[in-house]
């Protein structure tokens, strides 16, 4: 069964510091999304990455995709207090286009 | 253009009560998607429609739910003899159609069940 794992689950950083949040998926698929959610509030899309070595960038936020590890990371640079949030990867089931969302990671940017 | 819509925002209705939720997709869009997602929690995939078609409905809980959709726009998700532990918020998404390229996928706002 596809297994979607991020971590680390709960993330408190200070403004202006830098962190990686990871992906880990346990079958093969080279399709991967990144949402953004805040509290009561429904999800926004972010990255779609669709090959292996894919890379976005959106601001402050960069996403990549290694199919081959099984693994996309969204690093956040120079973080800011408007990007606490909490960020979800999600990836389809290959044949299913079932999506499985990982656990979520909470970002706090504390000023 | 209007994004994806849901009604109502919030339901609170009686244990072993049926309630039917809605969703309207991003008009054009081909595939449908529905989601749990409990409080604190990450999203319980449920089901998926191309057009009208669900091909996998595993993902449902249980027999009490279903989802039909018409048209190839709006969708139910029916919740039979409502349960506590059915209290969530079930969330709709549309993409394009399926598939690499096209399967980025825009959420409604959700609609938060409570069931009492």
């Known amino acids: 069964e596809l297994k979607v794992e991020q971590n680390p689950l709960f993330l408190s950083m200070q403004e202006g510091k830098n962190y990686t949040i990871y992906c880990d998926y346990s079958?093969?698929?080279?399709?991967l999304y990144w949402y953004r959610q805040d509290p009561g509030k429904s999800l926004e899309s972010l990255f779609v990455l669709l090959s292996n070595g894919a890379v976005k960038q959106e601001g402050r936020l960069m996403a990549s995709l290694d199919t081959k590890a099984r693994l996309s990371t969204l690093h956040i640079t120079a973080a800011v207090h408007d990007l606490s949030a909490t960020y979800f990867c999600a990836v389809d089931r290959p044949g299913t286009y079932k999506y499985i969302f990982g656990t979520g990671t909470r970002l706090k940017v504390l000023a | 253009g209007a994004g994806v819509s849901q009604s109502p925002s919030n339901k609170v209705t009686e244990k072993g009560k049926d309630v039917e939720l809605r969703c309207d997709p991003i008009?054009?869009?081909?595939?449908l998607y529905w989601y749990r997602q409990r409080l604190g929690q990450g999203l319980e995939f449920l089901i998926y429609?191309?057009?009208?078609?669900?091909?996998?409905k595993s993902g449902l809980p249980s027999d009490r739910f279903s989802a039909e959709r018409t048209g190839e726009s709006v969708s139910t998700l029916t919740i039979q003899r409502t349960q506590q532990e059915d209290s969530a918020v079930y969330l709709c998404?549309?993409?394009?159609?399926?598939?690499?390229?096209?399967?980025?996928?825009?959420f409604g706002p959700g609609t938060r069940l409570t069931v009492t």
């Open positions: 998404a549309s993409s394009l159609a399926l598939g690499a390229g096209k399967g980025e996928q825009y």
């Open positions: 079958t093969t698929s080279d399709r």
């Open positions: 429609f191309q057009g009208n078609s669900a091909p996998d």
């Open positions: 008009s054009g869009h081909t595939a």
